[in-house]
């Protein structure tokens, strides 16, 4: 017979252990556990010998409010995505931006949105969703695209944008050049002001860890975002399915998860024990998440 397997998660890995068995040693912390490059890096390069100088293999990542995270830079990626997305039936394409909770993720996607918006996309604003909840929900909900503001496991004062095609994937390679090329053709870069963007990359007042958006949606409620994916989660399911009786420890990393995780498995009847579920902005990762699984 099986022996028993035991599974812990946290968010952006999980793995299944078998009873007794050791966990493996986590990846170095000074590495994102994704193993991405950061813009910092100098590009990376792609088969055929295209070097990329803001798509790493994780999508854009760097220091929130220094290039290529400064709002001007975001803003143009806002603009190139809004320009080269083709939305369904001819009409302007439509996008979906969640983020996580680092405290400049608000100012990070109020320049991305009204760069969407200005080259005449709809964006819709799901406030603070994981990286897979965004790819879920473009796919469930017809976006011609997902963009998450997020850099993983990364310290707080790190971000990036990741994005998404409306089915779920990595955009392809092609078109991430086409906008990259358009942004920096553009003259964004350091010094450059984005008209509307806020010069600062990070809002005192925390609402970065709030769940609300920093914008108004043009279609679709944050709430209605969640609503959506927590049902699609459930129905993944049978419909008998129940955790009852069960008791489930969740380390959220003071991250994405630290509100949807919980309410998940509490709705599907599990007593849940959230570790580092109260982010202020700032701890994201400090001292919890997949680098650091002994607190589990």
């Known amino acids: 017979m099986a022996r028993p397997r035991i599974t812990w998660w946290t968010p952006g890995r999980s793995r299944t252990l078998r009873k007794g068995a050791a966990c493996a040693s986590p990846p170095p912390a000074e590495r ?5 490059r950061s813009a910092r890096s100098g590009g990376s390069r792609e088969p055929g010998g295209v070097v990329k100088r803001l798509f790493g293999t994780d999508g854009i990542r760097g220091v929130a409010g220094l290039f290529p995270l400064d709002p001007a830079t975001v803003s143009a990626i806002g603009r190139a995505l809004g320009r080269r997305l ?3 039936r001819g009409g302007p394409p439509r ?4 983020r996580d909770t680092r405290e400049s993720g608000p100012d990070i996607e109020r320049s991305l949105v009204e760069g969407i918006r200005a080259a005449g996309g709809r964006a819709d604003c799901g406030g603070v969703l994981t990286t897979p909840a965004v790819a879920c929900i473009a796919r469930l909900m017809g976006y011609d695209a997902g963009v998450v503001v997020s850099a993983s496991h990364n310290p707080y004062r790190d971000n990036g944008i990741k994005v998404f095609e409306g089915a779920g994937y990595k955009l392809p390679d092609a078109l991430e050049a086409e906008i990259e090329r358009e942004v920096l053709d553009s003259g964004a870069g350091p010094g450059a002001h984005a008209h509307g963007a806020s010069d600062s990359a990070a809002r ?14 043009q279609g679709v409620t944050t709430e209605a975002l969640h609503a959506r994916y927590v049902d699609w989660l459930r129905g993944a399911l049978p419909e008998d399915a129940t955790f009852e009786g069960l008791s489930i420890v969740l380390d959220c990393a003071n991250g994405a998860a630290s509100s949807l995780g919980p309410e998940i498995f509490r709705r599907l009847g599990a007593k849940v024990f959230a570790l580092n579920a109260r982010p202020d902005g700032r701890n994201i990762n400090e001292g919890c998440g997949a680098l650091h699984p002994a607190g589990l």
Do not use: F, I, M, Q
């Open 32 to 36: 994102c556990a994704c193993g991405s």
């Open 204 to 217: 005192p007042d925390g609402d970065a860890a709030s769940g609300h958006e920093a914008l108004e949606g």
């Open 95 to 98: 996008v979906v931006v969640g």
């Open 86 to 88: 083709k939305g369904a």
